[in-house]
């Protein structure tokens, strides 16, 4: 229960009466007469709380001095403020010993600091220059906003809680994704905008968004400016409120809205059976290194939440390459986490989360990597979260990687090794048809040793960090020149092949090869073990004009363009069809949650074999293979696949197996136009050969009936 004892606040007006308050839960919770506030700092000798009428408003209305004595409970700062509304702003100052060097202390009470579990912010005065140095900022801070969540309609909506080998994620950028003008919506570049590109999601066939960050960043930072255009952080790998959407991303101007829509967006898009998944950033924060502006946590705990450098405590470890590194197993930090990932799945009926550079997850208050590290077990056995779906990026920036043993089971991982492995293969290297058929097969190489099985692994070719597929198959060098920092920026071997020509092109015969690549990319993705995952905009050949890392291009760069829907039907039909034949009731061998263990059905196929041109010997140990087949078996009623693919340069003719009472049926051909590269169920051709000819660089697929 909250103390009753009242006292005078200490300050030139008293407006609303103060309370001891409770020291849990953290943040601003407001109830019918008032508002509790309680945050950490474990060194602060005071705290300050500043009430604002108004977000914008230059001067505080109140200020309300804590007492150590009686609004202390070891390191939680608590105080309750009676009659206090929701919408009221609110900030702190806070002091506390002066020691940067050795304890690494950043302590300043000219530093107005928002609240780390604010569940609402506003920056219409910030400027982050002003949050530099030791200069006041109170007239150019930003402020928290006290946000009642409870009386929210979510109608019965829930997590969906999707099996993750029934999973098909499409990853995208919630302002790219509807901001360009030929997106023609009415909220552009807002969640309330995904909700208006509901039926082409639905259309595509996904069953689940994996957002770019959605937590508050500072949109408002000027990286530089190139061109006449102005580039700032427009990925959003830079939080600094992990419990507040980003503002821009509403289409209200009010505080309170984002809450309220980003609600509005996870029940439409649950309506339609599609889950939602929150990249998330627990690695580093927008305060960046020693230079960078003080929000939050630096004049909080900077010695407890960021690794600092032991010998001068000044400076910040940089694992994450960003300028400075979260401490995530130091216990309050370890809180504030699983705290956050809670509150997204209770509140705002998240499904699951991706977890960027994960590895720093991991490490310990001295950065080395852990075998048990607290915060990931603690997550991975939350029974809040335990239905809900946990993805890594499973490496950081100072080359801790661990793809197939990131700590934990329920974890599943980008799997780089599929990227790598596939763009290789489809681009024509030889020699890697065992390493693809590990990753065709689920990746047991890496995940079945250890326990873990194929829905552990996420498997991609794309994502936001890298080119385009479209890109992939039109590039050859990255051309990130627009970023401003002379094409140094991104990374320089992109296994990527430009079939011939640099760049765009009106060459019918290289675009034409471009499009059977994407093909071939496209069916691999689908018809491998594991979970498929590629980023928006693949699907109509979305480019980025070779740019290979576009975190600051807010513009058509990087924007999602609507009339390429139009444009490239072809590609968009033949990712709605890859997908549907995944998803397909006949087709579950698909979606094994285990490993193969070489299992006979009744017409005597094993659940998977290996081919080359030649059924059942796969060229393993040719140097110069470019060639693999596979036939997958049913059990269960439905059909079985067999798959070639021919990444050699000219036509070659497979052997195909035989099988008792079943004929085979040819699906997709990735060589052949548009319709007739994937057919629609039903309309498959039959196979009367006993072998089938496949073009250069193309895919076959066949079903049995």
């Known amino acids: 229960m909250i103390k009753t004892l009242q006292y005078q606040a200490k300050s030139a007006t008293t407006k609303y009466q103060v ?65 206090l509304k929701p919408g009221a702003a609110y900030a702190y100052r806070i002091d506390g010993p002066q020691n940067l060097h050795g304890k690494g202390y950043r302590f300043d009470k000219n530093k ?128 600094h409120s992990y419990f507040a959407p980003e503002t821009s991303y509403s289409a209200s101007p009010s505080e309170k809205d984002p809450i309220t829509e980003f609600r509005d967006m996870v029940k439409a898009l649950h309506n339609v059976g599609i889950e939602v998944i929150l990249d998330v950033v627990f690695n580093h924060t927008s305060e960046g290194n020693h230079q960078g502006p003080t929000i939050n946590f630096k004049g909080l705990s900077n010695s407890i939440f960021y690794h600092l450098v032991p010998f001068d405590k000044q400076y910040y470890m940089d694992y994450s390459g960003c300028g400075n590194t979260i401490n995530c197993n130091h216990p309050l930090v370890q809180k504030l ?88 293969f489809i ?89 059977r690549q994407i093909k071939n990319f496209a069916a691999i993705l689908m018809l491998s073990q594991g979970v498929p995952m590629f980023v928006a905009g693949d699907e109509i050949r979305r480019t980025q004009k070779g740019n290979n890392n576009a975190y600051c291009q807010d513009n058509e760069i990087s924007w999602f363009d609507w009339n390429l829907v139009e444009k490239n039907t072809d590609i968009f039909r033949f990712f709605k069809l890859m997908i549907n034949f995944r998803k397909c009731y006949c087709h579950p061998t698909l979606r094994r949650r285990h490993f193969f263990n070489g299992e006979v059905n009744e017409r005597g196929l094993a659940d998977i074999s290996w081919h080359s041109l030649n059924l059942f010997k796969p060229d393993w140990d040719n140097p110069d293979a470019r060639v693999l087949a596979f036939t997958l078996a049913d059990f269960d009623g439905g059909a079985d696949i067999h798959v070639m693919l021919n990444m050699y340069w000219d036509t070659l003719k497979f052997e195909i197996p035989s099988i008792a009472v079943r ?42 009936k």
């Open 427 to 515: 681009k024509g290297d030889p020699g890697l048809v065992g390493a693809v058929a590990w990753r065709i097969s689920g990746s047991a190489d890496l995940y079945q040793a250890s326990g873990h099985l194929p829905i552990n692994s996420v498997n991609f070719i794309t994502c936001h960090d890298g080119f385009t597929l479209n890109d992939l198959v039109s590039y050859n060098y990255k051309h990130n020149e627009a970023n401003g920092e002379d094409n140094r920026d991104g990374i320089n071997d992109n296994l990527s092949w430009n079939c011939g020509l640099e760049g765009e092109t009106d060459n019918l015969e290289i675009d034409a090869l471009r499009r």
């Open 112 to 239: 107005v600091l928002i609240d780390p579990y604010a569940k609402g912010n506003s920056n219409k005065l910030w400027k982050r220059t002003d949050a530099l140095g030791s200069k006041d900022n109170l007239t150019t801070s930003m402020r928290s906003v006290v946000i009642d969540i409870s009386n929210y309609d979510w109608e019965g909506d829930r997590p969906l809680n999707r099996p993750m080998n029934e999973s098909i994620v499409y990853e995208l950028h919630v302002r790219g994704f509807t901001k360009s003008p030929s997106s023609g919506c009415k909220s552009p570049g807002t969640f309330a905008g995904v909700i208006e590109k509901i039926p082409y999601l639905q259309e595509l066939g996904v069953t689940a968004v994996e957002l770019l960050p959605i937590f508050d960043f500072d949109e408002t930072e000027l990286l530089r400016e190139v061109n006449g255009k102005q580039l700032k952080d427009y990925w959003g790998y830079n939080p």
């Open 337 to 424: 986490i699983v705290d956050c990932l809670e509150f997204w799945v209770k509140e705002m009926h998240v499904d699951g989360f991706r977890f960027d550079e994960a590895s720093i997850l991991s490490r310990d208050q001295n950065g080395v990597p852990m075998v048990h590290p607290p915060v990931v077990w603690q997550i991975e056995t939350s029974e809040i979260l335990a239905e809900t779906k946990i993805i890594a990026e499973a490496w950081d920036a100072a080359g801790l990687y661990q793809i197939g043993y990131f700590p934990g089971y329920r974890w599943a991982e980008w799997n780089g090794r599929f990227r790598d492995d596939v763009r290789r």
């Open 663 to 704: 004929k085979w049926y040819k699906v997709v051909d990735t060589a052949q136009p548009s319709p007739m590269d994937i057919l629609e169920p039903g309309q498959e051709t039959l196979i009367s050969e006993d072998g089938c000819f496949v073009q250069g660089r193309s895919i076959v697929v066949l079903i049995s």
């Open 19 to 83: 309370e001891v308050g409770r020291s849990y839960p953290l943040g601003a919770n407001p109830d019918k007469d008032g508002v509790n506030f309680s945050i950490f700092s474990e060194h602060a000798t005071s705290v300050e709380l500043l009430l604002f009428e108004q977000p914008n408003d230059p001067e505080p209305i109140q200020i309300i001095q804590l007492d150590p004595k009686l609004n202390k409970t070891f390191f939680l700062w608590h105080i309750y403020v009676r009659d």
